[in-house]
């Protein structure tokens, strides 16, 4: 059974600092990997994913990474704003035709002005 | 892109009485759409698997009397929560997606508060 873990459970940094969020999986026979971010009382927002044929994917101040030989992702954000305010959910989809996704428990993450 | 919509996004009801949820995919056709249920301070966890024109698949100890799932049509998969408890009161979420591989859209969640 795939268990995803997320490290730090939270996380607060100045504004302008780079950041790295950890998430890790104990199967690494994942079809892809997808960061999400989410706001309080709010769904989902997908913010980038990667097939299990990648290793990284980027988008604006965002790159995700992707080693599955490791079993780890990380997410890395440049430049934060106060705005990135939010907690960040990593899924791993195990594919097999199941279309599951195993979601670790997420980073909040606070951007101190 | 793929945009899930889902509704309402806050329901309070009495204990009880039975609240359907609503999750439409708006641009595109869904044969599966997948209910999560997420209390406060934990990750999301799979409820069921909702299959067009067929049965919903439920996780192991989720009670499918009380947790109905319709999927009569494409764009369209409903949750109704039966008989509603205070510990029912919970964050739901949908999503669906185009094929697994593309990744998957999540509706913006409904609050579910029973009194």
């Known amino acids: 059974k795939q268990e995803v873990t997320q490290i730090p459970a939270a996380l607060s940094v100045p504004e302008g600092e780079n950041l790295v969020l950890n998430c890790s999986f104990t199967d690494s026979a994942i079809y892809n990997l997808q960061w999400f971010r989410q706001d309080p009382g709010k769904g989902l927002t997908s913010l980038l994913l990667?097939?299990?044929?990648?290793r990284e994917q980027t988008s604006g101040r965002l790159n995700a990474s992707l080693d599955k030989s490791s079993g780890r992702s990380t997410l890395y954000i440049a430049a934060s704003q106060p705005g990135d305010s939010a907690t960040y959910l990593c899924?791993?989809?195990?594919?097999?035709?199941?279309?599951?996704?195993?979601f670790g428990k997420g980073t909040k993450l606070s951007v101190i002005p | 892109g793929a945009v899930v919509s889902q509704h309402p996004s806050w329901v309070i009801c009495k204990s009880g009485t039975s609240v359907k949820i609503e999750c439409r995919s708006l641009?595109?056709?869904?044969?599966?759409m997948f209910w999560y249920r997420q209390f406060p301070k934990q990750s999301l966890m799979l409820m069921a698997t909702?299959?067009?024109?067929?049965?919903?698949?439920?996780e192991q100890g989720v009670e499918k009397d009380k947790f109905l799932i319709n999927h009569a049509s494409l764009t369209l998969s409903t949750l109704t929560v039966t008989s509603a408890h205070p510990e029912d009161s919970s964050f739901y979420i949908c999503?669906?997606?185009?094929?697994?591989?593309?990744?998957?859209?999540f509706g913006s969640g409904t609050r579910l508060t029973v009194v």
């Open positions: 999503s669906a997606s185009v094929t697994g591989a593309y990744g998957y859209t």
């Open positions: 641009d595109f056709q869904a044969t599966t």
């Open positions: 990667i097939q299990s044929s990648q």
């Open positions: 899924a791993a989809y195990s594919g097999a035709g199941s279309y599951q996704l195993t």
């Open positions: 909702s299959n067009e024109g067929s049965k919903a698949t439920y």
